[in-house]
T-cell receptor, first 114, second 110 residues
Framework: GAVVSQHPSWVICKSGTSVKIECRSL??????MFWYRQFPKQSLMLMAT?????????EQGVEKDKFLINHASLTLSTLTVTSAHPEDSSFYIC??????????FGPGTRLTVT | TQLLEQSPQFLSIQEGENLTVYCNSS?????LQWYRQEPGEGPVLLVT?????EVKKLKRLTFQFGDARKDSSLHITAAQPGDTGLYLC??????????FGKGTSLLVTP
């Protein structure tokens, strides 16, 4: 149980284009999903908290107009990187909460912007 | 943001050795989780501790939550190459948002 999937697992796009990443909870409903960013050999940095049916809450320093988050259902949240630039290249990971404390993470999406 | 300090940052040991990873904060957390992450994959939850002084064992891994709920430790007995990975501690308070430590990169060589 508590499986979270992400799609795509990796994507290469050209500078200036937009990329959408999907995060799905496969066997449970998640009222809250989280999006993280991770640079090589570093820890996870929380970007935003996504609640079903409401606007996402972004962490300080994260541009909400650049990183669009939609949480349309209890099993799906999407992150769209708009007008991507090379500095947006990173490993993006989502997670979903099942209870009071635990979060279960997706396998991550490797984004490379050329 | 409540900071979590992990130490050591890097650890390279030989198979069969024991090791301890520490996770410290000046803040109190309602719970603390330990995750293990392999390159190119998402973190996998190992354990959640919620009670001060709590000790949990997962095979060769022993997790302890400090009495004051500000710190935690992960002890691995007789490490194996399969234990290699990035170990992350994360603390949580109100709601679900996790505060992650910087991680401990463990390499176990045969």
């Amino acid at each position: 149980g508590a499986v979270v999937s992400q799609h795509p697992s990796w994507v290469i796009c050209k500078s200036g284009t937009s990329v959408k990443i999907e995060c799905r909870s496969l066997d449970f409903q998640a009222t809250t999903m989280f999006w993280y960013r991770q640079f090589p050999k570093q820890s996870l940095m929380l970007m935003a908290t996504s609640n079903e049916g409401s606007k996402a809450t972004y962490e300080q320093g994260v541009e909400k107009d650049k990183f669009l988050i939609n949480h349309a259902s209890l099993t799906l949240s999407t992150l769209t990187v708009t007008s991507a630039h090379p500095e947006d290249s990173s490993f993006y990971i989502c997670s979903a909460g099942t209870g009071l404390y635990e979060q279960y993470f997706g396998p991550g999406t490797r984004l490379t912007v050329t | 943001t409540q900071l979590l300090e992990q130490s050591p940052q890097f650890l390279s040991i030989q198979e069969g050795e024991n090791l301890t990873v520490y996770c410290n904060s000046s803040s109190v957390f309602s719970s603390l989780q330990w995750y293990r992450q392999e390159p190119g994959e998402g973190p996998v939850l190992l354990v959640t501790v919620v009670t001060g002084g709590e000790v949990k064992k997962l095979k060769r891994l022993t997790f302890q939550f400090g009495d004051a709920r500000k710190d935690s430790s992960l002890h691995i007995t007789a490490a194996q190459p399969g234990d290699t990975g990035l170990y992350l501690c994360a603390g949580a308070n109100s709601g679900y948002a996790l505060n992650f430590g910087k991680g401990t990169s463990l390499l176990v060589t045969p």
